[in-house]
């Protein structure tokens, strides 16, 4: 399995960590569901960080089978629909940079 990561590296603008969390699930989760191939969607929001590690209100994951289908997703349609989404919300509400890792995941349930 191949597991791309989007990590939010930044704030979140003072007294709207709850508006930003809804924001990202109301208006760009459904975007980021929608990537063909995608086996998974795993949003995760910043609950506490190390003393001096860097801020990552949010981490998204998606998974998929391959690379050939991370590479067709990155190349749908799907793709322009969720930057729209994600920068909209981005712009109300967070400060900061994205960067993506694409990482083979060997998951373990216990």
């Given at each position: 399995?191949?597991?791309?990561y ?7 603008a ?43 209100p ?53």
């Amino acid at each position: 399995m191949i597991t791309r990561y989007a990590l939010f590296e930044g704030t979140v603008a003072p007294g709207q960590e709850a508006a930003f969390r809804a924001a990202i699930l109301a208006e760009v989760l459904p975007t980021w569901k929608a990537f063909p191939g995608a086996t998974a969607v795993r949003v995760s929001f910043a609950e506490a960080r190390d003393d001096g590690a860097p801020e990552f209100p949010l981490i998204l994951a998606i998974s998929y089978p391959d690379l050939a289908a991370v590479e067709a997703a990155l190349a749908s349609p799907a793709r322009a629909a969720s930057r729209a989404a994600t920068t909209a919300v981005l712009e109300r509400f967070f400060t900061g940079r994205i960067h993506h890792h694409v990482m083979t995941a060997h998951d373990t349930v216990l």
